[in-house]
């Protein structure tokens, strides 16, 4: 899908190639990422960028490309850092090695003002990453930015070829989504994307797909998966949709999604298990030892019900695609990758029987399709909600007496915030348990109960995040009804921790 007059970004191997997908969407236009070794199967772009990278071109085993091909693609091509360095020599030049790392702002001196740096403006500050640096520049080629020592650090090989020693794609270069822009609008060939015709591409392409197939998929009532569902559902698909009720859920959370279902129109059968796993996590207390009790049992009870259903479709999104392709050495991809990849799914996999209809977008676009598919806002606007339910909020044994308190703890607060008008601006908003006794007064009478703490925190993509300064009347008037209305509760605290060095979740 989308492999013509699409931006094809070349995986170099750089923290920030993501990045760059995700700034050329923003600027209007679909962006794709291509592992190096692909190239040059990356269909017919309208243009090319090559990203940065780890490596130094010296070094052996550089990552390299075929340049003629290359060439032979006649469009614009923008070389970023290592990107850049590899041009260089490719055009006859040469680059430096050096163990010296130029790492934070530069300020940016474009020698002209078309182009590349049409209206950006003198010493706009850029963000530098690297260690290496070109050195001879071939002829043929001009300098058409330099820093504030007068080095070079933008490159023009040709009437096509451009390279920049920065990363525009960070938001620390102030004016890269302009200098991005400028390069994008040297290419004749792109066609501008709209989530519309996205969707008419994704339902033509589910339709081809199915074929009459039966498809089942997992709905959990966050935005992914009902997305997911929708979309089948408006394919024609003969879809199963199977909400599995782990008895971890939010207070009514059950109702609320198959509510939601209904009101899409789209029906959806639940599989009611809250025993089974609370009988499975009986006395357990350890963190780690409960998210493997119900990841497990959960892709238990889910098959169980697949029956021979002859497709899965699958929620993934674009960076979990990109995080489990490109060897990812972090422990969080790992785990991500893990999810959707575990070996029943692998082997549906290898028999072409896996549909990963959202596998091209981020999760704004997501956000986005759904509104296109006409999916209320207050479904598409739903805080995150982990996998493993209220397991990771009640740190300690977990008893049915226990999760009622966070449920309704969590009712009361989430309730405050909508009346409040907060909801919308946090990222996600919770109440968890804190299984500590402490001493209070209710009435006359000493009181001996538990604790529950409130967090809301603001973040982008849940890596960071910080902690919401909520008005305190809104604590107020949630704490209040708290101590009043829930049993077992005497003590409300409200959590100031920032991200890192605290999780979002308490477990
Ligand atoms: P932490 O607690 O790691 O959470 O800061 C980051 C974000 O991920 C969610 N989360 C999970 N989501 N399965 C999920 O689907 C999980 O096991 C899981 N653990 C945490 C969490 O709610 C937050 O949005």
Redesign the pocket.
């Known amino acids: 899908m989308h492999d013509s007059n699409h931006v094809a970004v070349l995986d170099f191997g750089s923290q920030y190639t993501q990045l760059i997908v995700r700034r050329v969407r923003e600027l209007g236009y679909f962006a794709k990422l291509y592992a190096i070794e692909d190239f040059p199967n990356i269909g017919k772009p309208g243009a090319i960028i090559l990203s940065g990278g780890p490596k130094s071109t010296s070094e052996a085993d550089a990552p390299d490309l075929d340049f003629e091909a290359l060439q032979g693609f006649g469009v614009p091509v923008l070389g970023v850092c290592y990107g850049m360095q590899l041009l260089n020599i490719k055009f006859g030049g040469t680059v430096e090695a050096s163990d010296r790392r130029e790492y934070g702002p530069a300020s940016l001196f474009p020698t002209e003002c078309s182009g590349l740096y049409e209206s950006i403006s003198e010493s706009s500050q850029v963000w530098m990453s690297h260690s290496d640096t070109v050195k001879v520049i071939p002829g043929g080629a001009r300098v058409i930015a330099s820093n504030q020592h007068g080095t070079p650090v933008s490159l023009q090989w040709n009437q096509h070829f451009f390279g920049i020693q920065y990363h525009p794609e960070v938001t620390h270069s102030h004016q890269g989504l302009q200098i991005l822009k400028n390069f994008l609008a040297l290419s004749n060939d792109l066609l501008p994307f709209r989530i519309e015709d996205f969707k008419r591409e994704i339902i033509e392409g589910i339709r081809k797909e199915v074929a009459g197939k039966q498809v089942v998929c997992g709905v959990s009532g966050g935005v992914d998966s009902t997305v997911l569902a929708v979309l089948l559902h408006e394919a024609g698909a003969n879809v199963r949709a199977i909400f599995v009720d782990h008895g971890l859920m939010r207070k009514d959370e059950g109702i609320e999604v198959r509510r939601n279902f209904e009101r899409m129109g789209v029906p959806i059968e639940t599989v009611d298990c809250a025993e089974r796993f609370l009988a499975a996590l009986e006395g357990v207390d350890d963190p780690e030892k409960k998210?493997v009790i119900i990841g497990n049992l959960f892709i238990d009870v889910f098959w169980d019900s697949v029956g021979d259903a002859e497709m899965l479709a699958q929620g993934t999104l674009y960076p979990d695609v990109i995080e489990s392709a490109s060897n990812a050495k972090s422990k969080a991809s790992k785990i991500k990758t893990h999810h959707n990849r575990v070996d029943r799914i692998l082997e549906l996999q290898a028999q072409g029987k896996v549909l990963e209809p959202l596998a091209e977008l981020f999760k704004d676009e997501v956000r986005e399709l759904g509104t296109s598919l006409g999916i209320p806002e207050d479904i598409l606007q739903r805080h995150?909600?982990?996998?493993?339910g209220l397991a990771?909020r009640c740190p300690g044994i977990i008893t049915e007496d226990r999760l009622h308190i966070i449920r309704e703890c969590d009712a009361i607060f989430i309730g405050k915030l909508k009346e409040h008008g907060w909801y919308d601006k946090v990222w996600?908003a919770y109440a968890g348990l804190i299984p500590v006794k402490t001493v209070g007064v209710k009435g006359d009478e000493r009181s001996y109960e538990w604790a529950i703490t409130l967090r809301a925190v603001v973040s982008e993509d849940?890596m960071t995040?910080d902690w919401v300064e909520l008005p305190p009347i809104l604590l107020r008037e949630t704490s209040h009804r708290i101590l009043n209305e829930v049993k077992g509760i005497n003590r409300v605290l409200y959590d100031i921790s920032t991200?890192p060095p605290a999780?979002?979740?308490w477990e």
């Open positions: 998210r995150p909600f982990p996998g493993p990771v996600q849940a995040a991200k999780s979002i979740e």
